[in-house]
């Protein structure tokens, strides 16, 4: 059983289109994060965001932080071809960071 | 400063041969985690050294091993190697541990 579960596994949408990746889980994490992993390349951090509720922005990324702690959702606003890639939530489970499987975003221009 | 480095980017490997991966942190970090990422399971977790001790396991068979060196540079080992352990290996340092990590390109492991 995964852990972190995201979806949509895959997404392919237009330039210019607004879309929301989700990470859902049934067990509470204390912080969660979201990487951003391009081909070839290894995932790099764009967020963490730790308490419940919390939103953060980034340019044209907002990261919420669900009131319980459970999930997160990341939105995109006005996507753009370099906004491809694959997107991982990450969370402290045991010691260990536990990672979902990830949301495979494609922009198309 | 540089990043995490992984060596080599690229490998090539017989089944029931062994291979070792490198990996240096970003000056300053102790601690690494290993992690296989294949397409069907997604990022998994190996292990994490912090100061030359391995301070957490994922569950892997003990065909999968590692070490840390004192100047904080890790190794990982595959041996026997099985045509499922083709993947991408990243290799993640931080400073003491910390949930947010930094990511080396990775090494992409094939066993033919």
């Known amino acids: 059983t995964q852990l972190l579960e995201q979806s949509p596994q895959f997404l392919s949408i237009q330039e210019g289109e607004n879309l929301t990746v989700y990470c859902n889980s049934s067990?509470?994490?204390?912080?969660l994060q979201w990487y951003r992993q391009e081909p070839g390349e290894g995932p790099v951090l764009l967020v963490t965001?730790?308490?419940?509720?919390e939103v953060k922005k980034l340019k044209r990324l907002t990261f919420q932080f669900g009131d319980a702690r459970k999930d997160s959702s990341l939105h995109i606003t006005a996507a753009q071809p370099g906004d491809t890639g694959l997107y991982l939530c990450?969370?402290?489970?045991?010691?260990?960071?536990?990672f979902g499987k990830g949301t495979r975003l494609h922009i198309l221009p | 400063k540089a990043g995490v480095t992984q060596t080599p980017r690229y490998l090539i490997k017989t089944r029931g041969q062994q291979v070792t991966l490198s990996c240096s942190p970003i000056?300053?970090?102790?601690?690494v985690s290993w992690y296989q990422q294949t397409p069907g399971q997604g990022l998994q977790f190996l292990f994490e050294?912090?100061?030359?001790?391995?301070?957490n396991k994922g569950n892997f068979p003990g065909r999968f091993s590692g070490r840390q060196f004192s100047n904080s540079r890790s190794e990982m080992n595959v041996s026997t190697l099985e045509l499922g352990d083709s993947a991408l290996y990243l290799c993640?340092?931080?400073?003491?541990?910390?949930?947010?990590?930094?990511f080396g390109q990775g090494t992409r492991l094939t066993v033919v």
């Open positions: 993640a340092s931080s400073l003491t541990g910390e949930i947010e990590a930094f």
């Open positions: 067990s509470v994490f204390s912080s």
């Open positions: 965001v730790v308490t419940g509720g």
């Open positions: 990450a969370g402290d489970r045991d010691d260990k960071i536990i």
């Open positions: 000056s300053g970090h102790r601690s």
């Open positions: 050294y912090f100061s030359e001790t391995q301070r």
